[in-house]
């Protein structure tokens, strides 16, 4: 069977992934870019944006995990858009007419709409789902392949609490935001189920590595 996969999720000292006041100008809220500039000056990120240059190491090494073996990817709402992008009945996602997944991406909400196709091998689909059923259809339509689950926290918080993440790769950015959505609220004792594995690189993130014990 396929795994699910967390990959380049950052996290503040205090266990935020994103900060209070989400959107359309803010989509961290007040926490800015300050949860992603790591990963902003490796050669994974320029070369994202079609670009040149960029650092190597650790960073990029971590970073560029992110895309191989990956069949499709579950999100949330909140990843998908602002605040009230429901409202908008043709938006269709940040990233504009070519989105970077280049794979089926199924989107949780309680507000859901019919299938966008985009270009670049990307189709947004809607679903009002549980974990569970949402991964049963993103497996489907990875064809084999790992599913890459996207955030945001609240997201990968209930697909951990379910047993139903295989590998995550969470980046602990030194930074104390104090306020925004938590990941780890609610797992207490997660340590249990995963081994884990931690690197820190000259940039002074933390990577850490849980990889889900044999069940």
Same mark, same amino acid.
């Given at each position: *069977?396929?795994?699910?996969?967390?990959?380049?999720?950052?996290?503040?000292?205090?266990?935020?992934?994103?900060?209070?006041?989400?959107?359309?100008?803010?989509?961290?809220?007040?926490?800015?870019?300050?949860?992603?500039?790591?990963?902003?000056?490796?050669?994974?990120?320029?070369? *994202?944006?079609?670009?040149?240059?960029?650092?190597?190491?650790a960073d990029h090494a971590f970073a560029a995990m992110h895309g191989a073996g990956i069949g499709a990817e579950i999100m949330?709402?909140?990843?998908?858009?602002?605040?009230?992008?429901?409202?908008?009945p043709g938006y269709k996602g940040a990233w504009g007419a070519n989105p970077p997944f280049h794979t089926p991406v199924f989107v949780l909400t309680h507000r859901p709409r019919p299938s966008i196709e985009m270009e670049g091998g990307t189709t947004f689909h809607f679903l009002?789902?549980?974990?569970?059923?949402?991964?049963?259809?993103a497996r489907e339509a990875a064809g084999g392949q790992d599913v890459r689950l996207g955030g945001g926290p609240s997201v990968v918080r209930d697909f951990l609490a379910?047993?139903?993440?295989?590998?995550?790769?969470?980046?602990?950015?030194?930074?104390?935001?104090?306020r925004g959505v938590r990941l780890w609220d609610g797992l207490e004792s997660l340590e249990e189920a995963y081994?884990?594995?931690?690197?820190?690189?000259?940039?002074?993130?933390?990577?850490?590595?849980?990889t889900a014990k044999s069940r």
């Open positions: *069977m396929s795994d699910v996969r967390v990959h380049n999720f950052a996290i503040s000292l205090d266990g935020f992934a994103t900060g209070a006041g989400q959107a359309p100008d803010a989509p961290f809220g007040h926490a800015g870019e300050r949860l992603h500039e790591w990963m902003f000056a490796t050669r994974f990120w320029h070369e *994202m944006g079609g670009g040149r240059g960029g650092s190597g190491g949330g709402a909140g990843k998908f858009g602002p605040p009230g992008w429901q409202d908008d009002d789902a549980s974990p569970a059923e949402a991964l049963e259809r379910e047993g139903l993440v295989d590998h995550m790769h969470l980046v602990q950015v030194p930074i104390v935001l104090g081994d884990i594995e931690a690197v820190s690189t000259p940039s002074g993130v933390t990577h850490l590595t849980f």
